[in-house]
């Protein structure tokens, strides 16, 4: 993608949301599978921002199991809480190396070198999914860094993501009982276009899914 990291660069210092936030903003990569992005962070301090790669799996699964609370992980049921996690994280991963979705991975940089990650920790995790045909962003961030504009940052860089690929709308679904994400994606200026009733008979799963989008 001619001139990626520029664009997406320069979209997000212009954004009036984060500009505040985000101090000695660089990125590079080629394309979505390819980027790495680093800022100093208004009160959280130096953060990274990769594409997925194999050698983020354990810290991933540490990020899930350790850094979101039960009511985040039942808001956001990205992977299983029982012995098929590791499997669940896996085909996540597939899913990027594949092409098929976009994933990204949010550091805290403790230590200078991502290379030397072992105190480094993973405190956002954020993707489009179905990317070429009806794109769908999905974030979390660690409970204990909500409310201080990265997800909002994440939503940005994904929002950017989708213009570039020459999208026209971007989509998102979240779940009735979700009234924080609701807002937020409200705030970000999403518009709500309508509920819809979900039922996975298999695990007796019912519940009502608020839909939004936004024209790009
Ligand atoms: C939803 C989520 C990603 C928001 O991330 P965040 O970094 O905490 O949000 P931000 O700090 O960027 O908030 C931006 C705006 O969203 C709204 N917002 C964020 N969290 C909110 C909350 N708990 N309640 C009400 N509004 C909220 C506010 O309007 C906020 O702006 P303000 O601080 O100026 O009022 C985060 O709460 C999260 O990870 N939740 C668990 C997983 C999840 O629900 N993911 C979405 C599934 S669809």
């Not at 409970?143 to 940005?156: A, E, S, V």
Request: proline letters at 3%; aromatic letters at 14%; charged letters at 25%.
């Amino acid at each position: 993608m001619y001139g990626f990291s520029a664009k997406l660069n320069s979209a997000l210092k212009n954004n009036e949301y984060i500009r505040d936030y985000c101090r000695g903003l660089e990125i590079s990569g080629e394309n979505p599978w390819d980027l790495t992005l680093t800022t100093e962070w208004k009160d959280i301090g130096k953060i990274k921002i990769t594409s997925f790669v194999l050698s983020d799996l354990w810290a991933l699964r540490d990020w899930w199991v350790y850094s979101l609370n039960y009511n985040s992980k039942h808001l956001f049921p990205l992977f299983p809480t029982n012995e098929t996690l590791e499997r669940g994280i896996t085909n996540h991963y597939k899913n990027h190396v594949q092409r098929r979705d976009i994933i990204f991975n949010a550091w805290l940089l403790k230590e200078d070198y991502l290379t030397q990650d072992l105190e480094n920790e993973i405190i956002g995790h954020f993707f489009l999914n179905r990317w070429g045909t009806e794109p769908e962003p999905g974030l979390a961030v660690a409970d204990r860094f909500q409310k201080r504009k990265l997800g909002t940052l994440f939503i940005f860089i994904l929002i950017n993501i989708t213009r570039l690929l020459d999208k026209k709308v971007i989509y998102i679904r979240t779940d009735i009982d979700n009234t924080a994400s609701f807002k937020f994606y409200q705030k970000l200026g999403f518009k709500h276009i309508r509920d819809t009733e979900l039922e996975i008979p298999v695990v007796n799963y019912k519940s009502i899914i608020r839909e939004l989008e936004m024209d790009l």
